[in-house]
């Protein structure tokens, strides 16, 4: 059985940065096509960064585009969201999601994927 569990989240002010980071279990974080989401109060949840299974494709919104970064670790089974700059409008719950499609593909819609965290609150205070 698959599951992930997002962890780093907290309260910063603006400028500061934050990573967060997602443990899959269950299957080796290879597999899948990955992808980090967010929603702020009152909301749909949106992409932030996907990246296909076999690393070759990157995605970030442009809201965050030069300032996030995601990264995958193999050894630990753990992909990362290095959040740098980070503005009051990125306050949200973050979400890590996992999936198993294209491996030369990433995915930015939330319904294309299968497993999702339980979610880590980030807040930042002007």
């Known amino acids: 059985q698959v599951h992930l569990a997002e962890s780093g989240g907290g309260l910063v002010q603006a400028g500061d940065s934050l990573r967060l980071s997602c443990a899959i279990s269950?299957?080796?974080?290879?597999?899948?096509?990955l992808g980090w989401f967010r929603q702020g109060l009152g909301n749909e949840r949106e992409c932030v960064a996907a990246l296909s299974s076999d690393g070759s494709k990157l995605y970030f919104a442009d809201a965050v585009k030069g300032r996030f970064a995601m990264s995958r670790d193999n050894a630990k089974n753990t992909v990362d969201l290095q959040m740098n700059s980070l503005k009051p409008e990125d306050t949200a719950v973050y979400y890590c999601?996992?999936?198993?499609?294209?491996?030369?593909?990433?995915?930015?819609?939330?319904?294309?994927?299968?497993?999702w965290g339980q979610g880590t609150q980030v807040t930042v205070s002007s």
């Open positions: 999601a996992a999936t198993q499609h294209s491996p030369n593909s990433y995915y930015i819609l939330p319904n294309t994927y299968d497993y």
């Open positions: 269950g299957r080796t974080v290879s597999y899948f096509n």
